[in-house]
């Protein structure tokens, strides 16, 4: 069990930038944060946008139709985000 879930429960949005603070060097596509959190396309979908239109999450466009997410390290609310998620997975494990 994850930290966050540990204290928030499972949500879909919760599991989808858990999964983005851990591969935030990576580049994330819709299909790959499906398989890796185990939710539904369509799910992943519905949870990045607030996190979209909260520029917590940058999405760049690669071609037509390949949309890439990453977490936006630059932003002031993602910052803490990533420093709570590190300090409660020091204190709960993961």
Do not use: W
Not at 15 to 44: F, P, R, W
Not at 75 to 81: F, S, T, Y
């Amino acid at each position: 069990m994850s930290p966050l879930e540990k204290l928030f429960g499972k949500t879909a949005q919760m599991t989808v930038l858990e999964y983005l603070m851990k591969n935030k060097e990576e580049i994330n596509y819709l299909s790959g944060i499906a398989q890796g959190t185990g939710l539904y396309h369509s799910s992943v979908a519905r949870v990045l946008e607030p996190l979209l239109e909260n520029n917590i999450v940058i999405e760049k466009k690669i071609g037509k139709q390949m949309r890439s997410f990453t977490l936006n390290e630059e932003h002031k609310a993602a910052q803490i985000l990533m420093k709570f998620y590190d300090e409660v997975k020091k204190e709960l494990g993961d």
